[in-house]
Nanobody, 127 residues
Framework: QVQLVESGGGLVQAEGSLRLSCAAS????????MGWFRQSLGKEREFVAG????????TYADSVKGRFTISRDNAKNTVYLQMNSLKPEDTAVYYC????????????????????WGQGTQVTVSS
């Protein structure tokens, strides 16, 4: 079983930055793909970024490429999402997710591939 707790959300002005953290418990963290998803009001949840178990492969949604960076520290059981040049359309609840499969090379962008989810953290970007 894996438990995920996000933190770092808040209110920021457009062009500002935030760093989200996701603290994970569970023995398989260091062997699991991790992802960030987000859900805006009235919209479906969407993929934002993913990172494989070693941190050697990352993938991003087109809407955040060049602005967001996902990283992980397996010694601290934590995954991060650095968000720069934020836009009002980035406003959403951001969720951390873990894939129960281990040693996967390429992170999936599909929500159904992820087995564990955090409670979410709100990010609001004002114009």
């Amino acid at each position: 079983q894996v438990q995920l707790v996000e933190s770092g959300g808040g209110l920021v002005q457009a062009e500002g930055s935030l760093r989200l953290s996701c603290a994970a418990s569970g023995r398989t963290f260091g062997r699991s793909t991790m992802g960030w998803f987000r859900q805006s009001l009235g919209k479906e949840r969407e993929f934002v970024a993913g990172i494989n178990w070693r941190g050697s492969f990352t993938t991003y949604a087109d809407s955040v490429k060049g602005r967001f960076t996902i990283s992980r520290d397996n010694a601290k059981n934590t995954v991060y999402l650095q968000m720069n040049s934020l836009k009002p359309e980035d406003t959403a609840v951001y969720y951390c997710a873990a894939d129960d499969s281990v040693y996967t090379t390429i992170p999936s962008q599909a929500e159904y591939e992820y087995d564990y989810w955090g409670q979410g953290t709100q990010v609001t970007v004002s114009s």
